[in-house]
């Protein structure tokens, strides 16, 4: 099951078990880092709004296995009765009580249903929810494990997970009432009690297309229950009370809204009862992958099957020095970023489509990519360990395209080409010029998922609506235009290059000058990325300070929104004024202190005016890259490392959020000493690597190495390179130069070497050469 998840690089993995080194990888990785936000006020900038907890990395660190769409997960927050933090999700760190698990699958889990919760004595009807506090000594996180003392209950729960289903293990005290309550959450829906030991159900409300698993579940106990009942919510006395409800004590059947069951068991001190869970599109297909996934009731053997999945996948990485809080933060965050795709159906599994018809995988058929988040690195990664991966999640990009007519965009942007060009340009086998059918229609038809194309098309930018009055942070709404143009002109680069690769000569210079339009929203007169009206003008009044989350810029400020032109650094370094005023615009941004009067909710992790926790300036740091200035980058990717990930009193401190492996990406490529500013492109921009070794098993099977001499905290330049024996100047390499494996060693040291890499011909490529704007 293993292998047939992991895909590409099989061979790697090793007979008998895996390695010592595996073991202490996996052991490394703490599936709790992310769920909890910064505490040092100069890091957080000024959020969050009044009422609201600040953001978290959002993650969860619930039982899985890699890409899986099933997680057992914990739950902490009533997001039945609040939307506390712009995502519904489901565990945050510093909340004291617990109110449930769940066994669905859901990218931010606090929605997934059905909430299953042990109780011991008395218990109340959702959306209450019996509460329990939480013994945080007790709670442990690992991969494929999550454990907790439920404190009030003086119950023990224990969760791990298959590709399909979900394990459930509740250690109960000495009681009469040892109660486990299920219920659908507010969609509601239908509950069954069907014998003494299963109980099943389907959500029919809600948003049923977003289960990609299948809105029936089944769930089957290891043991008979001494009692039952169901409940629902009470709708014939709308406004008595959230907690009026209808519950009737052996009534099989129910239908509503929180439609649930109780069932009540005997228990003796010490005695375990366990709960398996799995989804499906009908009660046959749960009951299905029941019996095809967990037919017994062996839960060590379910947990170690789960650990030794990603045993596998974690060892492909392997880092030797650091600290131990380093080597813990990098694997948990490697471990976050298999959050996304999600598996939806192996090859022969049914699946519901994206024209919503049921299907028959013909290969392993993964869920939408969140490109806005994702494809600005993690699926870099993916491309550099699970090649064959990438390519069943191009399968099925491409097939939900011809199922929905437009490829998936994610959010804003469309950089669906970017999974496409940069799996080319690593050499990774498809149907390229199948992908580009829909990749050009999606950046061609004003019909489709492109907002304002015809615009853009028109004008080479797109405008944006002044509210009346003066429209203070945080206005939300508008068009971004900026951001938007910004976005479609780094697609359009990416597009040019894969129509030059099929040749198409005519729709590559097309795309190409549209990949200039950037220009079109800079303003010289005040050095920024300026929204424009609908007659051209400049919008006034313009601070770059301001964040906004549609109006001009996207979930971001002017200054974070300047960087964005990955795909022509070079071009903005002109726009600019040349080297030196390129890098002294770039060190304020890095030290003008954040304090604007609007509050952007996910901009926490603030270095000056750089936000870590969103995704528009993430690539900013190794921008002096192409400015001559490369030990800038070093010492700052250095600082967000340490400053930026885990610095809290708990250790598991996120800016921002993880957008389902975003931000942990960031956080492994920029540790392993690299990161690609424009993923659509072969190349890697160094940093400065935290480790002393990292040995990276590619998924080609070759062996890419990184060695850092004379490594240290303190010693964080690099002062010389080699690749392979061999001089390196460059701070940066290409795909190509390490499609073979190979070895780069850096010598580092206390004090910037200003020359290494300085010279304007060890640059990284750009869509311009340097004083010369293209085309």
């Known amino acids: 099951m293993a292998i047939a998840v992991l895909g590409s690089a099989a061979g790697h993995a090793r007979d008998g078990g895996a390695s010592p080194h595996a073991m202490q990888a ?24 009044p009422g609201e907890p600040l953001y978290s990395g959002m993650t969860s660190p619930g039982a899985s296995l890699p890409h899986s769409s099933t997680e057992a997960t914990p739950v902490n927050l009533n997001v039945d009765l609040s939307y506390p933090a712009g995502v519904g999700m489901s565990y945050y760190y510093p909340n004291p009580t617990m109110i449930g698990f769940t066994g669905g699958g859901s990218t931010y889990g606090g929605g997934a249903s059905p909430m299953i919760m042990p109780v011991v004595g008395d218990w109340t009807v959702p959306p209450d929810y019996a509460q329990s506090y939480y013994d945080k000594a007790s709670e442990k996180a690992s991969p494929g494990y999550y454990a907790v003392d439920l404190a009030t209950f003086h119950t023990r729960v224990e969760l791990t997970a298959t590709q399909r289903t979900s394990l459930m293990r509740f250690t109960f005290p000495a009681s009469h009432r040892s109660n486990v309550i299920i219920n659908l959450r507010r969609a509601g829906g239908e509950v069954e009690v069907v014998d003494d030991h299963t109980i099943r159900g389907v959500t029919t409300g809600g948003r049923r297309q977003r289960d990609a698993d299948g809105s029936w579940f089944v769930a089957e106990f290891s043991r008979p229950f001494a009692g039952f009942g169901t409940f629902r919510a009470d709708h014939d006395h709308e406004g008595y009370g959230i907690g009026d409800a209808d519950v009737q004590q052996n009534r099989r059947a129910v239908t509503g809204g929180y439609a649930g069951a109780y069932v009540t068991f005997d228990t003796q ?67 976050h970023s298999f959050a996304s795709p999600r598996l939806l159906a192996r090859k022969g599994e049914h699946f519901t489509g994206a024209d919503g018809k049921d299907h028959v995988a013909s290969y392993d058929r993964y869920g ?46 469309d950089h669906a080409v970017f999974l496409y060009d940069g799996a080319w340009q690593r050499s990774i086998p498809f149907d390229y ?26 004008n080479g930018w797109i405008s944006d609506i002044v509210p009346p009055g003066n429209p203070s942070p945080p206005y939300a709404g508008g068009k971004a235009g900026v951001a938007t143009t910004l976005e479609y002109a780094w697609d359009d680069h990416a597009l040019a290059d894969v129509a030059r690769r099929l040749g198409k000569a005519d729709d590559a210079q097309m795309f190409l000058r549209r990949a200039a339009n950037y220009r079109n ?87 000056g005016q750089y936000v870590q926790g969103n995704q528009p300036d ?102 010389s390179a080699t690749l392979d024996g ?18 780069l060693v850096l010598t580092m040291g206390p004090q910037p070497n200003k020359v290494w890499g300085a010279a304007p011909a060890d640059a990284p490529p750009s869509m311009s050469v340097q004083g010369h704007a293209q085309p």
Not at 26 to 47: F, K, M, S, Y
Not at 726 to 743: E, L, M, N, V, Y
Request: with cysteine; proline share 7%; charged share 25%.
């Open 269 to 335: 001190a010490g005695e375990q009862v366990l709960v398996k869970i799995a989804h499906g599109h009908s009660a046959d297909e749960a009951e299905q992958r029941l019996r095809d996934e967990e037919p017994g009731w062996d839960f060590e053997r379910v947990h170690a099957r789960a650990r030794e999945a990603w045993a596998q996948l974690l060892d492909r990485v392997e880092v030797t020095g650091g600290t131990p809080k380093q080597r813990m933060l990098f694997y948990s965050t490697l471990y």
């Open 368 to 413: 939408p990519v969140p490109f806005w988040d994702t494809g600005r690195n993690q699926i870099t990664l993916l491309m550099l360990l699970e090649p064959r991966v990438v390519q069943d999640i191009m399968r099925s990009e491409l097939d939900r395209a011809r199922e929905r007519g437009y490829m998936d965009t994610s959010f804003h942007g």
């Open 433 to 458: 010029a199948a992908a580009y059918e829909y990749l050009r229609k999606n950046a061609t038809d004003p019909n489709g998922p492109r907002g304002y194309l015809a615009e853009y098309m028109k």
């Open 726 to 743: 061999k001089p390196w100047t460059r701070p940066w390499f290409s795909q190509a130069d390490i499609a073979g494996g190979g070895t």
């Open 26 to 49: 996996v052991d490394e990785a703490n599936p709790l880092v992310g769920t909890a936000p910064l505490d040092r006020q100069e890091l957080i900038g000024n959020a969050p709004p």
């Open 618 to 719: 993430q690539q900013a740091a190794y921008l002096y890259a192409w400015s001559g200035q490369p030990w800038k980058t070093q010492a700052l990717v250095r600082r967000i490392l340490a400053e930026l990930y885990g610095s809290d009193a708990s250790g598991y401190g996120f800016p921002g959020m993880d957008d389902q492996g975003s931000t942990s990406s960031w956080y492994v490529l920029s540790a392993m000493g690299f990161y690609p500013v424009d993923p659509s492109t072969p190349d890697y921009i160094l940093g400065s690597p935290i480790f002393d070794k990292v040995s990276l098993r590619m998924g080609n099977g070759k062996l890419f190495e990184i060695v850092a001499r004379n490594n240290s905290a303190a010693n964080k330049y690099i002062q």
């Open 521 to 607: 929203v800079f303003d010289p007169t005040t050095g920024f990325m300026r929204g424009r009206t609908a007659d051209g003008k400049w919008i006034s009044p313009f601070d770059p300070d301001e964040p906004y989350y549609n109006f001009m810029s996207k979930e971001g400020s002017g200054w974070s929104t300047l960087w964005l032109v990955p795909q022509d650094v070079q071009g903005l370094i002109d726009l600019l004024g040349g080297r030196d005023a390129f890098n002294a615009k770039l060190d304020t941004f890095f030290t003008k202190p954040y304090h604007p009067k609007g509050i952007c909710r996910d901009c926490t992790g603030v270095i």
